[in-house]
């Protein structure tokens, strides 16, 4: 019997026959000539590489739940192989498909941790981009695997990171217009103007500075609490509108800016009315007059205006106003 096989093998060296020997991995091919074994390729598939493949493809497939099993099974048997941030990126893919946000979070993060100079590092960043922009339109955090709470502190923390890992990228940008805006409908006005113009400041050729210098104006607008209060932000709000007018053309986008404008003047008309009438309640008639007609004059075009007037005319004749009592008035008003 080994003399037969022998022979057989002696034949199929004589004719220079390729043997492959059989197994799920070929690493390695031979030509059998008579002068010696010769390798002729050397596969360039490795173990670790071929399954990471195969995990990739059940990924792509949609067998999200299969490909992360075999993820986990990959990770245990090639602890320490070069492949290791790809593996990561995918692992946190297939908690993602799998509805699992907050694991698929944490998994990314491992990789920008421990990885920072491969492409996979800068796919994290988008992948994380993606999950803090779903927390922050609504998506809930599962917790213990029933619970569901609020995870914007999560999503607010990636959009704070972005532009420290990738200062000089398109993604810090999104990122920062994101923050801005989500601070903005949460009525965090300080902090989105802070985002604001951290994008106008560091980023002044992005495409997102002329709607980050409107969305700034409209949270200094938001600012204002009210007649009795500071009106500082109302005197911002108007400046940075102006600007943006001058910048953009005074059609552009006008069928915001007028409005804002036109609300910020009904505004402090309102404020200069109030005081207008803090003086006249407390006996001050000619203060209460002088500030009346400053309304009048400043905010014509306002209902304040018709207000104003309709105040003077009950206040009756003038009296010779105290020096002392004109600056004051003048002070209270001096802001608008």
């Given amino acids: 019997m080994k003399l037969r096989i022998a022979a057989h093998l002696g034949i199929v060296a004589a004719l220079g026959v390729i043997v492959c020997w059989p197994g799920p991995l070929q690493a390695k091919q031979w030509l059998l000539k008579p002068e010696g074994e010769q390798e002729i390729k050397a596969s360039s598939i490795s173990p670790d590489r071929q399954e990471l493949d195969e995990a990739h493809r059940l990924l792509v497939q949609g067998k999200a739940s299969k490909a992360h099993k075999m993820l986990g099974k990959w990770f245990r048997t090639f602890p320490d192989s070069a492949l290791n941030a790809e593996a990561m990126y995918y692992t946190g893919q297939s908690l993602e498909a799998l509805g699992k946000l907050y694991k698929a979070f944490e998994k990314y993060e491992k990789l920008l941790q421990e990885f920072g100079d491969t492409e996979y590092f800068q796919k994290a960043l988008e992948a994380q981009f993606g999950i803090a922009r779903e927390y922050l339109n609504g998506r809930k955090r599962r917790v213990l695997g029933v619970l569901k709470i609020s995870a914007d502190d999560v999503g607010v923390k990636i959009l704070e ?15 920062l217009m994101l923050l801005g805006d989500y601070y903005l409908a949460k009525k965090k006005y300080d902090e989105a103007v802070y985002a604001y113009d951290q994008l106008i400041v560091s980023y002044s050729s992005s495409a997102f500075i002329r709607e980050a210098r409107l969305q700034a104006a409209k949270a200094y607008l938001g600012k204002f609490n009210g007649a009795g209060f500071d009106p500082a932000p109302l005197v911002e709000a108007k400046e940075r509108l102006l600007e ?29 009315y109030e005081i207008g009438r803090f003086y006249q309640r407390t006996g ?9 007609e400053r309304v009048i004059r400043r905010w014509p075009n306002t209902k304040w205006a018709g207000k104003a007037q ?8 003038k009296r010779a106003v105290q020096a002392r009592e004109l600056s004051a008035v003048a002070k209270s008003v001096k802001k608008e």
């Fill in 310 to 317: 309709s105040k003077l005319k009950k206040l009756g004749r």
């Fill in 161 to 175: 990171r972005i532009p420290e890992r990738r200062p000089s990228s398109l993604l810090a940008e999104r990122s």
């Fill in 244 to 272: 943006y007018q001058a910048l953009y053309g005074a059609n552009v986008q006008s069928s915001e800016v007028q409005p804002m404008l036109a609300k910020i003047e009904e505004l402090q008309a309102s404020r200069v």
């Fill in 284 to 292: 001050k008639k000619d203060s209460a007059r002088v500030t009346f």
